[in-house]
């Protein structure tokens, strides 16, 4: 059996897709977790084959889950299931090491033989995102990214200088920065322009 912690925080989404991986056969869907955190501390306590996560969810994103697991050096293999087909996800998604990136709309035999895959060594990423991934530059550095995605969700200068251990000039500079290399002319724009983009 393929032992599964499934983050999702959409319950009725993450009911179906358990119930979907148990009727397949196979999967064993140990844990299930609504938010990133939840999901983090099933993964540790639990050691699952796969992780098995949606991209946004609370306090944690996927991503965040993804790089976690590769820095703990965990065996557990991740595999990003979203509604998200943004290149941008994808290509971080590799970078941190993500065994698989499927969409949600994919039929359920496509996402079993998918798991399968990612279970066995091997890696399972949607073609027509992959083609897309590598057509796309990503100009926002990992601070940046930081910087833009708390001010684009409100949180003011000096509290995000604080969060960050940074001085609150240099989270200007950040976010100067990274209005100008997206084209934007303030930092809601900004923010709008990378999420669109798969960039934060």
């Known amino acids: 059996m393929i032992r599964i912690v499934l983050a999702e925080d959409q319950a009725m989404v993450r009911g179906a897709l358990a119930a979907l991986l148990r009727i397949e056969g ?3 869907v140990i844990a299930e977790a609504g938010d990133g955190e939840a999901a983090w501390k099933a993964v540790q306590a639990q050691t ?5 996560t949606d991209i946004e969810m609370p306090w944690l994103t996927g991503l965040e889950l993804a790089q976690r697991v590769r820095d703990a050096n965990l065996p557990t293999r991740v595999v990003i299931l979203t509604t998200f087909a943004r290149a941008g996800y994808l290509r971080r998604a ?3 090491g993500v065994r698989g990136y499927l969409l949600k709309d994919a039929p359920s035999e496509q996402l079993a033989a998918a798991l399968r895959q990612v279970h066995a060594g091997g890696r399972a990423i949607d073609p027509q995102l992959a083609v897309a991934a590598w057509s796309e530059d990503d100009p926002l550095t990992e601070r940046e990214r930081q ?5 684009g ?3 003011k ?11 609150q000039g240099t989270v200007r500079n950040y976010l100067s920065e990274a209005i100008g290399k997206l084209g934007a ?16």
């Open 147 to 151: 910087v833009l995605r708390l001010a």
């Open 153 to 155: 969700e409100g949180v």
């Open 157 to 167: 200068s000096a509290e995000i200088a604080e969060r960050l251990n940074l001085s």
């Open 26 to 28: 196979g999967f064993d």
């Open 185 to 200: 002319a303030n930092r809601i724009e900004a923010y709008r322009t990378a999420r669109a983009k798969g960039l934060l």
């Open 48 to 52: 699952p084959d796969l992780l098995v």
């Open 94 to 96: 590799l970078d941190i």
